[in-house]
């Protein structure tokens, strides 16, 4: 069954850097788009950037365009969110979900909070 | 943007009850409107997607409709595991936007 799990989330400060992963099994996934959607605490639904299944097409939200980067490894069926010039608007719960449009399956979140 | 609204915020519903949740676009999303349920401390799960299409696996007592800007989630008969925040998701147009969401409680 398709499987997404999300790593490298974590307490950072104003300004500074963090990077995502999340692992995918279970399916072919340079068949699929892949995307990163994020939830602040108590709050709605942020999609925010997805990437084309051989990774030469992406797309961010204005919120983060310039300081998030999505990426993936095929060979690691891993995808990435580098995350720079973090702000306390970015705490969040974040997900890696398949899909572009349609987010069919999520993993289970990490948490990053930017804080000083 | 396309500003998906959703209403009411907050539904109480007692069990084997029919629930009705709706979704409002700003602007035609045609029929590129998916419908998630998220319960507490969990990712969200997809109901719905082309409006009116089942995901795999979701029961049928859910059921979508609408097209354009107006759009409907119904459940028929409202079970225990219903109950929780549902979101409603437009993908006709980057960015792709949520709605603010339900919060479907027992009543």
């Known amino acids: 069954q398709v499987q997404l799990v999300e790593s490298g989330g974590g307490l950072v400060k104003p300004g500074g850097s963090l990077r995502l992963s999340c692992a995918a099994s279970?399916?072919?996934?340079?068949?699929?788009?892949m995307s990163w959607i994020r939830q602040a605490p108590g709050k709605g639904l942020e999609w925010l950037s997805y990437?084309?299944?051989?990774?030469?097409?992406?797309i961010q939200a204005d919120s983060v365009k310039g300081r998030f980067t999505i990426s993936r490894d095929s060979a690691k069926n891993s995808l990435y969110l580098q995350m720079n010039t973090l702000i306390s608007e970015d705490t969040a719960v974040y997900y890696c979900?398949?899909?572009?449009?349609?987010?069919?399956?999520w993993g289970q979140g990490t948490l990053v909070t930017v804080s000083s | 943007e396309i500003v998906m609204t959703q209403s009411p915020a907050t539904l109480s519903v007692s069990p084997g009850e029919r629930a009705t949740l709706s979704c409002r676009a700003s602007?035609?999303?045609?029929?590129?409107l998916a419908w998630y349920q998220q319960k507490p401390g969990q990712a969200p799960r997809l109901l719905i997607y082309?409006?009116?299409t089942w995901a795999t696996g979701i029961p049928a007592r859910f059921s979508g409709s609408g097209s354009g800007t107006e759009f409907t989630l119904t459940i028929s008969s409202l079970q225990s595991e219903d109950f929780a925040v549902y979101y409603c998701?437009?993908?006709?147009?980057?960015?792709?936007?949520f709605g603010q969401g339900t919060k479907l409680e027992i009543k």
């Open positions: 082309d409006a009116s």
């Open positions: 279970g399916f072919r996934f340079s068949d699929y788009y």
């Open positions: 990437i084309s299944g051989g990774g030469h097409f992406t």
């Open positions: 602007q035609s999303v045609s029929s590129n």
């Open positions: 979900a398949r899909g572009q449009g349609l987010a069919d399956s």
């Open positions: 998701q437009q993908y006709n147009i980057w960015p792709y936007t």
